[in-house]
């Protein structure tokens, strides 16, 4: 699908007020798609209808006054230390099945689904370069709702044209500061001499926030569907990494405080992807270098 045959097209997303929605909608109007949002925040833009994945007949009526041509599902619950483990079911499992359920009823036209999971399902895997073959081992319950969701998608693929994401951690402008590098960036915004975090060696693959969006958005068009698909940069960094870069950044050196309470007795130790995958399905891409996205938040006026 170029941009020309992407002109008209209607795009629902879901979560278009989150972090990720802002980004995923740029992306998509510069395609030509007209973008229209669900979520449960409040927005003032006639393109955006309020309505929680609880509620069934909410999205039964939402889909079928848009009556999408393309879904890009981003709504979740996905802070990992969130204490309500309830929440990462009722919302990440059962409201996508209640999402599907409404597409198949009243989505007729609709031409590609796309399901953000997690790379959090692959836990504590002990291999180096984590690809879609390596084996779920979901080492929390945000991890179990997205690995459940995943499986429960499958039961839908004879009647839906679902592809499904793993994105790795990604980051940028907007994101709240209860994420690390946020909480880092904003600490040196701040000037603040000290910062309180929890295991400073944990190792993750850090992607720019615009770099994931300008893959969905290949991803929508290019319409691999059926299949899974990680979203990551192929590079970890350490949080002492980021600690250095940050500094590097702000001009001077924080001190930090290890607090016993931010240290999770289930981390994922290392998460390092590969991109192998996408990059055989939308071509060229990449991700700006981690020093580059950390600047870009620093330099930015958005806390």
């Not at 170029?2 to 510069?30: C, D, Q």
């Not at 990440?92 to 790379?119: F, H, K, M, W, Y």
């Not at 895997?125 to 429960?152: C, F, H, I, R, W």
């Not at 130790?269 to 939308?282: F, H, K, P």
Request: proline share 4%.
């Amino acid at each position: 699908m170029s941009s020309a045959l992407s002109k008209n097209k209607r795009a629902i997303v879901t979560g278009l007020n989150g972090f990720t929605g802002h980004y995923v909608e740029a992306e998509l109007k510069a395609a030509g798609f007209d973008v229209y949002g669900i979520g449960e925040k409040e927005s003032l833009s006639p393109h955006y209808t309020q309505v929680n994945l609880a509620d069934r007949d909410g999205l039964h009526a939402a889909i079928s006054h848009i009556k999408p041509h393309v879904v890009l599902h981003l709504a979740g619950v996905a802070f990992v230390g969130n204490a309500n483990a309830e929440s990462f079911y009722t919302v990440n499992t059962i409201g996508t099945r209640n999402l599907l359920e409404a597409l198949v009823a009243q989505a007729p036209d609709v031409e590609c689904v796309l399901l953000a999971s997690s790379a959090n399902i692959y836990g504590n895997a002990t291999q180096g370069m984590l690809d879609e073959s390596t084996l779920p081992n979901p080492a929390n319950d945000y991890a179990v709702s997205k690995l459940a969701m995943e499986y429960m998608a499958r039961l839908w693929l004879d009647k839906l044209p679902i592809i499904i994401t793993r994105p790795f951690n990604y980051t940028g402008v907007g994101q709240t500061d209860s994420f690390l590098l946020p909480k880092i960036i904003n600490h040196f915004k701040q000037g603040k001499q000290e910062i309180e975090l929890g295991n400073c060696d944990v190792f993750r693959d850090f992607s720019d926030v615009r770099a994931v969006a300008n893959a969905y958005r290949r991803l929508i068009e290019a319409r691999p569907i059926g299949q899974i698909i990680n979203v990551c940069s192929g590079k970890s960094h350490s949080l002492r990494e980021v600690l250095a870069m940050a500094g590097k950044i702000a001009g001077y050196d924080i001190s930090v405080k290890v607090n016993p309470a931010f240290v999770r007795a289930n981390e994922v130790r290392t998460l390092l992807g590969s991109a192998e995958r996408l990059r055989g399905i939308i071509g060229e891409w990449d991700s700006p270098p981690l020093h580059d996205t950390l600047e870009w938040m620093y330099r930015s006026s958005t806390h």
